[in-house]
């Protein structure tokens, strides 16, 4: 989910919240279902939800596993939190830094720009 989500980031979740197109979603990986994967909610498609990470070169998602049943749509996402600076960086500056991006809510890709980058992968 680069460049929305850093690794080391973590999320605070709404369980069983309505999921719209444009919302970054927590599901199970439906070939691996005690695996939980991020990914954004594209659009609503017979059978579910087409999910896609935000890193269009990384095809871990509905592009590999098609689209993603409703049961298996764990939560939304709607704040990210980042991780603190490494112990090595832990300067009044950088703090103050980190304390201003820390906590920020996960942004929300308009619905017509979901659909319009959803048209382009069926074109392929």
Known sequence: MVPTLDPGDQLVVQ????????????????????????????????????????????????????????????????????RPPGAGQRSAGALLSWLGSALRPVRVVPAASAARFSRRLRAR
């Open 15 to 82: 369980y069983g919240a309505v999921v719209r197109p444009g919302d970054v979603v927590v599901v199970r990986h439906p070939f691996r279902q005690d695996l939980l994967i991020v990914k954004r909610a594209v659009e609503r498609r017979e059978g579910g939800w087409w999910v896609m990470g935000d890193n269009p070169l990384v095809e871990n998602d509905s592009r590999e596993f098609g689209t993603v049943p409703d049961e298996l749509v764990v939560a939304r996402a709607w704040l990210r939190v980042r």
